[in-house]
Nanobody, 124 residues
Framework: QVQLVESGGGLVQAGGSLRLSCLASGNITSITHMGWFRQAPGNQRELVAS???????TYADSVKGRSTISEDGNLRTVYLQINTLKPEDTAVYYC??????????????????WGQGTLVTVSA
């Protein structure tokens, strides 16, 4: 079982910054991707940023240039820094993990896990 716990959300004024954290715990052989998604009321969940085991990063156009995804060296802790926050950044932010784990001799299982989400509210 893999658990993800996000933290760092809260109420921020427009123009401010915040840093979200996601801590992965549990038994997993290899984490291949970690990502941050967000979902605003009435909207679908969307990718904000992701980072791979090879440290390749991807950003949504809406946050490109003002956000940074980083990790602690083994993808067990991932951070999302967003600067120059806008009211449209208001959403619940979720952390997602992709990886695999050894389940038996010559057998692996793909792993996907989501955190419970942390609310970010940006006031105008």
């Amino acid at each position: 079982q893999v658990q993800l716990v996000e933290s760092g959300g809260g109420l921020v004024q427009a123009g401010g910054s915040l840093r979200l954290s996601c801590l992965a715990s549990g038994n997993i052989t290899s984490i291949t991707h970690m990502g941050w998604f967000r979902q605003a009321p009435g909207n679908q969940r969307e990718l904000v940023a992701s980072i791979t085991k090879e440290r390749s990063t991807t950003y949504a156009d809406s946050v490109k240039g003002r956000s940074t995804i980083s990790e602690d060296g083994n993808l067990r802790t991932v951070y999302l820094q967003i600067n120059t926050l806008k009211p449209e950044d208001t959403a619940v932010y979720y952390c997602k993990l992709d990886g695999w784990t050894i389940v038996g001799q010559n057998s692996v299982s793909l792993v996907e896990a989501w955190g419970q989400g942390t609310l970010v509210t940006v006031s105008a």
